[in-house]
């Protein structure tokens, strides 16, 4: 799928009201093209987890150093969290995201199926 045609899909799911539906969404574009430092930055702006939202957002700027939105966002969170625990390699913050990113796509597949 083009880029373009990515985020005008992700962009009418963003819509107010349908937050989740727009992160499982993005959750699983990043499947897809995990090397797109644009889906990691929408990313970080739909969590609701400020740890992965620097997560994702240290992932931009692996990808793209010069991302200066993406660099003052992590900047932000760095000064007003606490650190994570150390000894965290980024393989086992991935482990920890992706569960609960799991976790929130099951809630919202049960939810649905349930028509809750």
């Known amino acids: 799928m ?14 107010p009201g349908n937050r989740a539906a727009a992160y499982a969404y993005f959750a699983q574009a990043i499947h897809q ?4 430092p ?12 400020e740890y992965e939202s620097m997560y994702c957002l240290r992932r ?3 990808l793209d150093p010069s991302d ?12 007003s ?15 920890i995201y992706i569960s609960i990113g799991a976790a929130v796509l099951f809630f919202l597949v049960a939810v649905l199926l349930l028509g809750a």
Do not use: C
Request: glycine share 4%; charged share 30%.
């Open 2 to 15: 083009k880029d373009a045609q990515l985020m005008a899909r992700v962009a009418l799911k963003t819509w």
């Open 33 to 36: 093209e995990p090397d797109n």
């Open 38 to 49: 644009g889906l990691w930055f929408m990313l970080s702006l739909l969590t609701l987890d």
């Open 60 to 62: 931009v700027l692996e």
């Open 68 to 79: 200066v939105k993406a660099a003052r966002r992590l900047q932000a969170f760095e000064e």
């Open 81 to 95: 969290l606490p650190p994570l625990p150390r000894g965290l390699s980024d393989d086992q913050l991935r482990i």
